[in-house]
Structure formats: C-alpha cells, structure tokens
C-alpha cells in the first residue's frame, strides 16, 4: 500500500522568495505524481504533475522535482505571490488509477 | 469544459438520517472517484468507478455508504444512518484515463451530522 507524508503541515515565506514544499511516498511500483493547489471551501485544484521518466517538470513560476531513489518529492515556487498562499497536496498512486494524498502544507505568503 | 458539478453544496442532517450526494463528471471523463476530507487531513479515497464499473471501494468504507454510476454518467453517493462522523468534505473527482490521469475535483459537500 501506498502511504504519502508531507511532514511539514506549515510553511511562511516572504513574498518573492521561493516557496519548497516536501513529499515522501512509500511504494515506487507507481510512477505519476500530482500536485494540488487548496483553498478553503473548494475542492482541490490540480496544480502540476510529474512522471517518473523525467526528474523535473516545470510550468511558470511552478517546479516539481522527483528524486526516485529517495523517494521523495518537492514543489519549488518562485517567486512565491500572496494568492499562492493556500494548501498544497501531494498525491501518489497505489494501485491502478487510485491517487493517495498527503496531509497537506498549508503555505503563507506574506507580502 | 465545465468542470466537476457537485450537489448540495452544503447539508447538514440529524443523526440517524439518510443523505444523497450527486456528482456529475467532466462529459468526456470515464473515470469516477469519491474522496472524503477532514480538517486537518487530505482528500481520503473512498471508492472509484470505470464508466459505470465500480472498481474499488476503500476498507474504510462502512456498509452504510454506496455508490452508483447509472449509464456512465453521473454518480450518486448515498449515507444510511448518517452519524456524527460522517461529518466532513465530500469530493467528487474525474479523470479522462488513457494516460492521462489528472485528477479534476468539483467544490464538494460540507455534510454536517448533529
């Protein structure tokens, strides 16, 4: 079974600066990642996804990177804005086509 | 693309009360998924259907919970006996398959159970 940690469940940073944001998964059988973006009282926002052929993807100012043998992933944001201020969770799957997600880091922008 | 639909946005119900929640999908997504969230916690799997195939339902899925695809289409999620832990974010979610396989969530339902 799959398991996904995002130890940190906080994070502030300084409007401008780059925001790094932590995931660990379990089982590497699996190899396609998702990044989603939360605010509160909507469902989550895909943010960025990554397969495991590749070590980086990029999309503007967002980055994931993969670093298999460790097992985990990072969210680079930069430079990070005040609306980028929300939850982000990562998403590993197990199984066929079942996502698990992380607990979650919520991010603070401060301006 | 108008996006994951779900209805009610909010319903709070009395202990012991049955509630029904409707998702209706992105058209051309075959693939289905319900996810529970609570404060605190990440969207939790609870079950998923290929077209109309349900295909896998969560352990943690008490009997009291069903799920039905008619026709492919929209999906229905029904709580019996709702009680006061059942209380959280309902997802929906659909994904096209075929490799792609994005996640798209609709805003949820906030059931509250007194």
């Known amino acids: 079974d799959q398991q996904v940690k995002q130890n940190s469940p906080s994070l502030s940073v300084q409007e401008g600066r780059i925001s790094i944001l932590n995931c660990d998964y379990t089982n590497s059988m699996f190899d396609y990642f998702l990044w989603y973006k939360k605010y509160p009282a909507e469902g989550p926002t895909f943010l960025i996804s990554i397969s495991s052929i590749k070590d980086k993807n990029e999309d503007g100012r967002f980055t994931v990177f993969l670093n298999k043998s460790a097992k985990h992933l990072s969210l680079h944001i930069v430079p990070s804005q005040p609306g980028d201020s929300a939850v982000y969770f990562c998403?590993?799957?197990?199984?066929?086509?079942?996502?698990?997600f992380g607990t979650g880091t919520r991010l603070k922008v401060l301006a | 693309d108008t996006g994951v639909s779900q209805d009610p946005r909010h319903k709070i119900t009395k202990r012991g009360q049955n509630v029904t929640f409707r998702c209706d999908p992105i058209?051309?997504?075959?693939?289905l998924y319900w996810y529970r969230q609570t404060l605190g916690q990440g969207p939790e799997f609870l079950t998923y259907?290929?077209?109309?195939?349900?295909?896998?339902k969560s352990r943690l899925l008490s009997d009291r919970f069903s799920a039905e695809r008619p026709k492919g289409s929209f999906s229905t999620l029904e709580i019996q006996r709702t009680e006061q832990g059942d209380s959280a974010m309902y997802l929906c979610?659909?994904?096209?398959?075929?490799?792609?396989?994005?996640?798209?969530f609709g805003s949820g339902t906030q059931l509250s159970v007194l």
């Open positions: 979610a659909s994904s096209r398959g075929g490799g792609d396989e994005k996640l798209f």
């Open positions: 259907f290929q077209n109309e195939a349900q295909l896998e």
């Open positions: 998403a590993a799957p197990s199984g066929t086509y079942k996502y698990i």
């Open positions: 058209s051309e997504h075959n693939r």
